[in-house]
């Protein structure tokens, strides 16, 4: 909920989102051990079983004097599940996870190799 006091006003208006969503999504949160602890850099594919691919890079910078989730929150639509998570991390490795169920966070940690 948004709550705003312009000016000192004695209004106050609120925004809510009651209507849900029920669309399915996958967080995905890496974690590094080669290469910098919270996986800042990595390039990360994401395929849906529909055949949407989208790719992402993980970052935290978004403006000035500010920062931003670590974690990825790609969309999957009606999708439930994503074909394919491929990550490649800083260090040179390619990570591969399949058939990722939707609705969860994944937490993807570095391999050594």
Avoid: H
């Avoid at 599940?81 to 990722?100: C, D, H, M, T, Y």
């Amino acid at each position: 909920m948004v709550i705003s006091t312009w000016r000192l006003a004695t209004w106050v208006k609120g925004l809510r989102n009651d209507s849900g969503n029920r669309r399915n999504w996958l967080g995905i949160q890496t974690i590094g051990t080669k290469s910098n602890r919270d996986g800042i850099g990595c390039r990360v594919k994401v395929a849906s079983a529909s055949g949407l691919a989208q790719y992402f890079t993980v970052n935290t910078a978004v403006g000035y004097l500010s920062a931003s989730d670590k974690r990825l929150i790609p969309g999957l639509g009606g999708d439930p599940i994503a074909k394919l998570v491929e990550i490649r991390w800083p260090s040179g490795v390619v990570q591969r996870f399949e058939n990722v169920k939707a609705g969860q966070v994944l937490k993807a940690i570095e391999p050594t190799q």
